[in-house]
Protein backbone atom coordinates (compact mmCIF):
# COMPACT_ATOMS: atom_id res chain seq x y z
CA UNK A 1 0.00 0.00 0.00
CA UNK A 2 1.33 3.19 -1.29
CA UNK A 3 2.16 5.60 2.06
CA UNK A 4 2.96 9.98 1.43
CA UNK A 5 4.57 11.64 4.61
CA UNK A 6 4.57 14.86 4.14
CA UNK A 7 7.43 16.98 5.86
CA UNK A 8 8.66 20.65 6.15
CA UNK A 9 5.83 23.27 7.03
CA UNK A 10 5.65 25.40 9.77
CA UNK A 11 5.71 29.23 10.32
CA UNK A 12 7.41 31.69 8.09
CA UNK A 13 7.54 35.77 7.58
CA UNK A 14 5.95 37.14 4.28
CA UNK A 15 8.87 37.11 1.83
CA UNK A 16 10.16 33.72 3.53
CA UNK A 17 10.53 30.43 2.27
CA UNK A 18 9.93 26.89 2.64
CA UNK A 19 10.79 23.16 1.20
CA UNK A 20 8.36 20.86 1.51
CA UNK A 21 8.77 17.00 1.08
CA UNK A 22 6.83 14.10 0.63
CA UNK A 23 8.29 10.96 0.78
CA UNK A 24 6.76 7.86 -0.87
CA UNK A 25 6.65 4.23 -0.24
CA UNK A 26 4.77 1.03 -0.43
CA UNK A 27 4.93 0.95 -4.68
CA UNK A 28 7.58 2.02 -7.37
CA UNK A 29 8.02 6.03 -7.23
CA UNK A 30 8.96 6.48 -10.76
CA UNK A 31 6.00 4.77 -11.61
CA UNK A 32 3.90 7.82 -10.54
CA UNK A 33 2.78 11.50 -11.21
CA UNK A 34 2.90 13.22 -8.64
CA UNK A 35 0.55 17.01 -7.24
CA UNK A 36 0.60 19.50 -4.56
CA UNK A 37 -2.34 20.48 -3.18
CA UNK A 38 -3.33 22.87 -0.51
CA UNK A 39 -6.49 23.74 1.74
CA UNK A 40 -7.20 27.17 3.37
CA UNK A 41 -9.63 27.40 6.32
CA UNK A 42 -13.25 27.74 4.60
CA UNK A 43 -12.19 27.08 1.36
CA UNK A 44 -12.07 23.93 -1.20
CA UNK A 45 -8.73 22.13 -1.70
CA UNK A 46 -7.00 23.21 -4.29
CA UNK A 47 -3.96 22.54 -7.11
CA UNK A 48 -0.54 23.99 -6.58
CA UNK A 49 1.26 21.72 -8.55
CA UNK A 50 2.64 18.66 -10.18
CA UNK A 51 5.28 16.86 -11.99
CA UNK A 52 5.65 13.67 -14.14
CA UNK A 53 7.17 10.18 -13.35
CA UNK A 54 10.66 11.47 -14.67
CA UNK A 55 10.40 14.98 -13.81
CA UNK A 56 10.62 16.64 -17.56
CA UNK A 57 7.17 17.98 -16.71
CA UNK A 58 5.48 20.99 -14.43
CA UNK A 59 2.81 22.62 -14.45
CA UNK A 60 1.97 25.18 -11.71
CA UNK A 61 -1.60 27.25 -10.66
CA UNK A 62 -1.19 31.20 -11.73
CA UNK A 63 -0.42 32.53 -8.83
CA UNK A 64 2.45 30.25 -7.55
CA UNK A 65 4.57 30.93 -10.84
CA UNK A 66 8.07 32.02 -10.21
CA UNK A 67 7.56 31.53 -6.79
CA UNK A 68 7.16 27.65 -6.28
CA UNK A 69 9.57 24.78 -8.01
CA UNK A 70 8.30 21.20 -8.16
CA UNK A 71 10.94 18.30 -8.11
CA UNK A 72 11.52 15.14 -7.55
CA UNK A 73 14.12 12.72 -6.75
CA UNK A 74 13.24 9.15 -7.74
CA UNK A 75 16.50 7.55 -6.03
CA UNK A 76 15.09 9.13 -2.97
CA UNK A 77 11.88 8.46 -3.24
CA UNK A 78 10.75 11.89 -2.37
CA UNK A 79 9.35 14.83 -4.36
CA UNK A 80 9.45 18.74 -2.86
CA UNK A 81 7.58 22.17 -3.42
CA UNK A 82 10.02 24.81 -2.53
CA UNK A 83 8.25 27.94 -1.85
CA UNK A 84 10.08 31.18 -2.24
CA UNK A 85 8.84 35.07 -1.66
CA UNK A 86 5.75 33.86 0.55
CA UNK A 87 2.43 35.20 0.71
CA UNK A 88 -0.01 35.33 3.87
CA UNK A 89 -2.14 33.95 1.08
CA UNK A 90 0.04 31.00 0.68
CA UNK A 91 -1.20 29.88 4.00
CA UNK A 92 -2.33 26.01 3.81
CA UNK A 93 -2.40 22.78 4.59
CA UNK A 94 -0.09 21.62 1.82
CA UNK A 95 -1.14 17.73 1.00
CA UNK A 96 1.47 15.70 -1.79
CA UNK A 97 -0.82 13.23 -3.90
CA UNK A 98 0.33 10.14 -6.46
CA UNK A 99 -0.96 8.92 -9.51
CA UNK A 100 -0.75 5.84 -11.32
CA UNK A 101 0.82 6.19 -14.89
CA UNK A 102 2.94 8.72 -14.41
CA UNK A 103 0.94 11.64 -16.37
CA UNK A 104 0.51 15.15 -14.79
CA UNK A 105 -3.02 16.31 -13.45
CA UNK A 106 -4.71 19.22 -11.59
CA UNK A 107 -7.43 17.56 -11.13
CA UNK A 108 -7.64 16.30 -7.50
CA UNK A 109 -10.16 13.60 -8.35
CA UNK A 110 -7.60 11.21 -10.56
CA UNK A 111 -4.93 10.84 -7.57
CA UNK A 112 -4.96 7.82 -6.35
CA UNK A 113 -3.08 8.40 -2.82
CA UNK A 114 -2.93 11.33 -0.53
CA UNK A 115 -0.67 12.01 2.48
CA UNK A 116 -1.79 13.59 5.43
CA UNK A 117 -0.61 17.35 4.78
CA UNK A 118 1.54 19.37 6.52
CA UNK A 119 0.72 23.18 7.75
CA UNK A 120 1.90 26.27 6.40
CA UNK A 121 1.21 29.51 7.76
CA UNK A 122 2.82 32.54 6.73
CA UNK A 123 2.48 35.67 8.59
CA UNK A 124 2.38 39.60 7.30
Known amino acids: QVQLVESGGGLVQAGGSLRLSCAFSGGTFSSYAMGWFRQAPGKEREFVAT????????YYVDPVKGRFTVSRDNAKNTVYLQMNSLKPEDTAVYYC?????????????????WGQGTQVTVSS
Open 51 to 58: ISWSGGET
Open 97 to 113: AARRGGITSSNSAVYDY
